[in-house]
């Protein structure tokens, strides 16, 4: 595998100059968030990914999981980095002081997630998903489920998992047959069975809350008669002990592409006992409180994947000697030149490293959004909600689409050892590869994108980033180092609402053109998101000596020439028209 190390100084660039630390202080809510305090912390999680995780990594991959008779075993190792994990305080980091935790801003946990999961992220599931109750408890739960549950899933006593999909109606969750049934004293009994629950039963922790989405019996067809529930593996006493196994069990484990150390699993509830969280037919509203920090951890897979695979890529080409340089003998006391003075490997390279530490920024921005949707204030909020609505379901089809395509060139650069498994690239590709589809596929969060955020606002929630990304070139002009970012951003986001009028107008026609349009509008829209991070970038490093600000400047330029150009690509075919996508007919796609 890649010896990894975690980006300290890109990370600290972005947060540091990019972001600005003064973010921190304008929080109201949150413990304070001291330059100092974010080294130790970020410094800390660097140690335990690179040397905790990182170890962990080729042999959970190898090893997997192992299924037998409802019992899963996970890889050696796992279990005593998840006691240390919880034990060092790491999950309960973004958790308010007055429910026990360290109450600091989640963009903080960012951090922390992306290299716990580029370190290894079969392991980086188990504690990601434990999160997932612990927000719709926060959200939707009573007093005393609280008291109940959080504590000991704060300190990955207990852990957990978040159980929508079934396998009849996949994303659509609306189609749902698992049933409840009130017992008339507070309770209620569950029935159905949810498929691909990661970590729906593991040898880490002795309880595993989960939080399942049902139908009680006689509530509306559809989402509007959803309800949430939790339902613990094992029944918890009034004196906060353990008792008797609850009717749940795990029936079998997929035997997937990628991310083999975390178990997916087949979740049977045979009358299990459970227990409301909010109101009945009114699950979703609970639910969607974690959607937007789900999608962007999804996203921040193609980030911490795609890092690893760089580093990997990195590395093996400076070492690799394959033929001679096209301009001259770069190692003359060899019997050839390492393949990094080649320009096609060079292109390789260049592309991971512009897309990664692009999308880095991206996604480090949107969770400081995230931040101010929580602790700003209501002006800043507002206006931080609006700005994820439209960027979210961009950053998770955009980001991690990307990580494939940077997780595929790591492969390629090793050749045809990238294809064995010696050298750990094509794990990294494996596990990249479900990250398009979990969490809402590319296509489903392209529809959200264009159908409900876009054209279902007027417009109104796509102009509010494009005038910030025009104020930004309008604040640049007439600075002439800054042209050959400004004009090209400038043009693209004058291009973006050309686009979504010319889409607008076919779909009052037919309303197909929609979703014939969607994921070429989001990939464009990406493109551009990103280039809005590189021309701020470019900016501080045309400010700045040294080696790290010339690498970037020469990335930030990389990606102006030869990675936006694609979004005229994508311009062109989502104004190209649903024609000759459904135009043919179904019985003839065969031929």
Known sequence: MPDYRAPLTDMAFVNKELLGMDHYEQLDGCEPLTEDLWDAIVDGGAKFAENVLAPLNRNGDEQGCDFDN????????????????????WQSLSIPTDEGGQGLPGSLSTLLTEMTAAANYAWSMYPGLAHAPITCIRAGGTEAQKATYLPKLYSLEWAGTMCLTESHCGSDVGLLRTKATPNGDGSYTITGTKIFISGGEQDITENIIHAVLARVEGAPEGTSGISLFLVPKVMVNDDGSLGERNAVHCGSIEHKMGIKGS????????GATAFLLGEENRGLE??????????????????????????????????????RALSGVQNP???????????????????????????????????????????????QAAEADDLMSLLTPIAKAFCTETGVEVTNLGVQVFGGHGYIREHGMEQLLRDMRIATIYEGTTGIQSLDLLGRKVMGSGGKLLRNFTKRIHKFCEAQAGKSAMSEFIEPLAAVNAQWGE?????????????????????????????????????????????????????????????????????????????????????????????
């Open 70 to 89: 409802g019992q899963v075993s996970t890889p050696d190792g796992f279990a005593e980095a998840f006691r240390q994990y919880g034990e060092a305080g």
């Open 286 to 323: 609970v639910m969607f409180k974690i959607m937007n920090t789900a999608r962007l951890g999804t996203a921040l897979q193609g980030v911490c994947l795609g890092e690893a695979a760089f580093q990997g890529a990195l590395a093996y080409a400076r070492e690799r000697l394959q033929m």
């Open 333 to 379: 006391d060899g019997p050839a030149d390492p393949i990094i003075a080649h320009p096609d490997v060079r292109r390789m390279l260049m592309t991971q490293k512009a897309l990664i530490e692009g999308s880095r920024a991206f996604i480090y921005w949107l969770s400081r959004l995230n931040d101010l949707t929580q602790y700003g204030s209501e002006e």
């Open 499 to 591: 686009i979504t009028m010319q889409v607008g107008e076919k779909a009052m026609r037919n309303a197909d053109e929609i979703g014939a349009a969607s994921v070429d509008y989001t990939l464009f829209g990406g493109y551009v998101a990103l280039a809005y991070m590189w021309a701020q970038m470019a900016e501080i490093a045309l400010q700045q000596d040294g080696d790290f600000y010339t690498a970037k400047l020469a990335t930030a330029r990389f990606y102006f020439q030869r990675i936006l150009p694609r979004a005229e690509a994508h311009a062109r075919a989502a104004v190209a028209g649903a024609g000759s996508v459904m135009d043919l007919e179904e019985s003839l796609l065969h031929l």
């Open 263 to 270: 178990a997916t699993c087949v979740m049977n509830f045979d």
